[in-house]
């Protein structure tokens, strides 16, 4: 290729190459800026290419860390219902608790009296006076809770309006009010021990009839059911398997993850509350557990990863 010029005159048309100082034919040259045209294009295609890569994963990181700090930390996460999960009202979880070993022949033959109490009838929450169910939770959160805090106390007192304000509700509501109602109803027995069961006994057929619908596409709410039923068969051992709930709870407890702190980048898009309720509810899944043990005599060793999950102060623990 040739200007002008150079093809009037029959002359050879030359362009100077500035890295080796000499001239050369203007066609190489030509050809060598179109090339490097053409490489400048491709190179701002890679990047940009590479630009949008980067975004994208990094869009889909920070959508994958959402959806994992949801289903684990909040209470409203809900999760894939696994195939082989059982129900909660089923007999592995609400079959009697076997009585403990002890020594020696002093309690041969002897079995603890239980009051005379038929088939409990189901106690419909709306039929007991809002003022009386009031105290009963707030016994419940005064002297239970701290022992074992399975549920957040404004948690429960959100449930409760929630029954209060529709009657027909089923499922997680009515049955955490049930069940704490039932809880906190045994304290009764040193004033009416008969009318203690029956009312006890009452609560923990209505929290049984819900227990269908709770935990079926909520871990969360699962856990924390499995935690109030192993709290519940402490004191009413003849309705619970507190050995396979707790053991239970011990185990979703670390499928989720509890027995660790999120990483630092999820932390700051939580709040403080929900980041105690993770720490409050494995740590509470662990001494469920160990309390279990302890009662029937058997050694207990967490064998799992390693804890790294913060203790909680006591005031973190009551909210």
Not at 51 to 67: F, G, K, Q, T
């Amino acid at each position: 290729m040739s200007c002008g010029a150079c093809f009037n005159a029959g002359a050879t048309c030359l362009g100077f190459d500035s890295l080796h100082g000499t001239d050369k034919p203007r066609s190489v040259a030509r050809h060598l800026e179109e090339r490097v045209a053409a490489l400048e294009l491709e190179l701002a295609e890679i990047k940009s290419r590479n630009s949008n890569i980067l975004d994208n994963v990094d869009s889909a990181v920070e959508r994958l860390a959402s959806r994992l700090a949801t289903a684990t930390a909040g209470p409203t996460g809900r999760s894939r219902r696994p195939e082989s999960l059982l129900p909660l009202d089923s007999e592995y979880f609400l079959s009697d608790s076997p009585v403990p070993p002890f020594k020696g022949h002093a309690l041969d033959g002897m079995k603890p009296a239980e009051p005379a109490v038929t088939t409990p009838r189901p106690v419909e929450i709306s039929s007991i006076p809002r003022h009386v169910v009031d105290a009963l939770l707030k016994h419940y959160c005064e002297t239970y809770r701290p022992q074992y805090p399975s549920i957040g106390e404004e948690d429960l007192y959100r449930a409760r309006d929630r029954v209060y304000e529709g009657p027909q509700l089923i499922g997680y509501e009515p049955f955490v009010v049930c069940i704490t109602l039932a809880i906190s109803s045994n304290t009764l027995v040193h004033i009416d021990e008969q009318r203690a069961a029956t009312t006890t006994y009452g609560l923990w057929a209505t929290a049984v009839g819900h227990l269908q619908q709770v935990g079926t596409t909520n871990s969360w709410e699962r856990l924390q059911a499995l935690q109030l039923l192993t709290h519940y068969g402490f004191l009413n051992p003849q309705h619970v398997s507190v050995s396979h709930c707790a053991a239970a709870a011990s185990r979703l407890a670390l499928q989720l993850g509890l027995h660790e702190e999120l990483p630092i980048s999820m932390q700051a898009e939580l709040s403080s509350e929900i980041l105690n309720t993770r720490r409050r509810m494995f740590w509470n899944a662990l001494n469920i557990d160990a309390a279990v043990h302890i009662v029937r005599c058997e050694p207990f060793k967490w064998s799992k990863p390693e804890i790294l999950a913060k203790v909680l102060s006591i005031h973190a623990i009551q909210l």
